[in-house]
Nanobody, 123 residues
Protein backbone atom coordinates (compact mmCIF):
# COMPACT_ATOMS: atom_id res chain seq x y z
CA UNK A 1 0.00 0.00 0.00
CA UNK A 2 1.16 3.55 -0.67
CA UNK A 3 0.19 6.88 0.88
CA UNK A 4 0.31 9.97 -1.31
CA UNK A 5 0.69 13.61 -0.28
CA UNK A 6 0.61 16.49 -2.75
CA UNK A 7 2.26 19.87 -2.29
CA UNK A 8 3.16 22.93 -4.29
CA UNK A 9 -0.22 24.38 -5.15
CA UNK A 10 -1.02 28.05 -4.81
CA UNK A 11 -2.11 31.24 -6.50
CA UNK A 12 -0.34 32.36 -9.65
CA UNK A 13 -1.00 34.83 -12.43
CA UNK A 14 -1.81 33.68 -15.93
CA UNK A 15 1.37 32.85 -17.80
CA UNK A 16 3.17 31.86 -14.63
CA UNK A 17 4.52 28.53 -13.45
CA UNK A 18 4.05 26.13 -10.56
CA UNK A 19 5.56 22.77 -9.73
CA UNK A 20 3.45 20.22 -7.92
CA UNK A 21 5.01 17.37 -6.00
CA UNK A 22 3.60 14.09 -4.81
CA UNK A 23 5.45 12.30 -2.03
CA UNK A 24 4.80 8.60 -1.63
CA UNK A 25 5.31 6.62 1.53
CA UNK A 26 5.21 2.88 1.70
CA UNK A 27 7.05 0.25 -0.18
CA UNK A 28 8.12 -0.22 -3.77
CA UNK A 29 7.03 3.09 -5.28
CA UNK A 30 8.44 1.90 -8.59
CA UNK A 31 5.74 -0.77 -8.73
CA UNK A 32 3.06 1.89 -9.09
CA UNK A 33 1.89 3.56 -12.26
CA UNK A 34 1.21 7.18 -11.39
CA UNK A 35 -0.89 10.02 -12.72
CA UNK A 36 -2.20 13.51 -12.07
CA UNK A 37 -5.88 14.38 -12.25
CA UNK A 38 -7.71 17.62 -11.56
CA UNK A 39 -11.22 18.61 -10.62
CA UNK A 40 -13.24 21.80 -10.39
CA UNK A 41 -16.59 22.15 -8.58
CA UNK A 42 -19.47 20.75 -10.56
CA UNK A 43 -17.25 18.97 -13.06
CA UNK A 44 -15.98 15.44 -13.36
CA UNK A 45 -12.41 14.62 -12.45
CA UNK A 46 -10.17 15.19 -15.47
CA UNK A 47 -7.03 13.34 -16.50
CA UNK A 48 -3.96 15.55 -16.71
CA UNK A 49 -0.89 13.34 -17.15
CA UNK A 50 0.37 9.82 -16.52
CA UNK A 51 3.76 8.20 -16.19
CA UNK A 52 4.89 4.60 -16.42
CA UNK A 53 6.40 2.71 -13.53
CA UNK A 54 9.95 3.23 -14.76
CA UNK A 55 9.31 6.83 -15.72
CA UNK A 56 10.35 6.10 -19.27
CA UNK A 57 6.94 6.78 -20.80
CA UNK A 58 4.54 9.65 -20.26
CA UNK A 59 1.21 10.85 -21.59
CA UNK A 60 -0.34 14.30 -21.26
CA UNK A 61 -3.88 15.46 -21.90
CA UNK A 62 -4.27 17.58 -25.02
CA UNK A 63 -5.32 20.54 -22.89
CA UNK A 64 -1.93 20.65 -21.15
CA UNK A 65 0.39 19.20 -23.78
CA UNK A 66 3.41 21.42 -24.34
CA UNK A 67 2.79 23.30 -21.09
CA UNK A 68 2.86 20.62 -18.36
CA UNK A 69 5.46 17.91 -17.79
CA UNK A 70 5.08 14.89 -15.55
CA UNK A 71 8.14 13.20 -14.06
CA UNK A 72 9.07 10.85 -11.24
CA UNK A 73 12.11 9.94 -9.16
CA UNK A 74 11.78 6.39 -7.91
CA UNK A 75 14.87 6.73 -5.72
CA UNK A 76 13.16 9.57 -3.83
CA UNK A 77 9.62 8.19 -3.99
CA UNK A 78 8.35 11.35 -5.61
CA UNK A 79 6.38 12.43 -8.66
CA UNK A 80 6.17 15.95 -10.01
CA UNK A 81 4.10 18.05 -12.39
CA UNK A 82 5.84 21.09 -13.83
CA UNK A 83 3.18 23.52 -15.01
CA UNK A 84 4.18 26.39 -17.28
CA UNK A 85 2.18 29.01 -19.18
CA UNK A 86 -0.69 28.55 -16.79
CA UNK A 87 -4.16 29.64 -17.83
CA UNK A 88 -7.22 30.53 -15.73
CA UNK A 89 -8.88 27.35 -16.98
CA UNK A 90 -6.14 25.34 -15.24
CA UNK A 91 -7.63 26.39 -11.91
CA UNK A 92 -8.60 23.22 -10.05
CA UNK A 93 -7.75 20.88 -7.24
CA UNK A 94 -4.94 18.64 -8.45
CA UNK A 95 -4.67 15.06 -7.25
CA UNK A 96 -1.89 12.54 -7.60
CA UNK A 97 -2.96 8.94 -7.99
CA UNK A 98 -1.33 5.54 -8.15
CA UNK A 99 -2.14 1.98 -9.07
CA UNK A 100 -0.13 -1.16 -8.59
CA UNK A 101 -1.95 -3.32 -11.09
CA UNK A 102 -2.81 -2.77 -14.71
CA UNK A 103 -1.26 -0.72 -17.46
CA UNK A 104 -0.16 2.85 -16.90
CA UNK A 105 -2.12 5.62 -18.58
CA UNK A 106 -5.31 7.63 -18.18
CA UNK A 107 -7.63 4.63 -18.04
CA UNK A 108 -8.28 1.93 -15.54
CA UNK A 109 -8.76 2.18 -11.83
CA UNK A 110 -6.40 4.19 -9.67
CA UNK A 111 -6.59 2.82 -6.14
CA UNK A 112 -4.53 5.35 -4.23
CA UNK A 113 -5.17 9.09 -4.08
CA UNK A 114 -3.72 12.06 -2.32
CA UNK A 115 -5.80 14.71 -0.59
CA UNK A 116 -5.36 17.22 -3.39
CA UNK A 117 -3.70 20.60 -3.71
CA UNK A 118 -5.44 23.75 -4.93
CA UNK A 119 -4.09 25.59 -7.96
CA UNK A 120 -5.62 28.97 -8.74
CA UNK A 121 -4.63 30.93 -11.83
CA UNK A 122 -5.75 34.55 -11.95
CA UNK A 123 -6.32 36.42 -15.18
Amino acid sequence: QVQLVESGGGLVQAGGSLKLSCAASGRAFSNYAMAWFRQTPGKEREFVAAISRSGGSTQHADSVKGRFTISRDNAKNTMSLQMNSLKPEDTAIYYCAGKRLGPWGPGGRYDYWGQGTQVTVSS
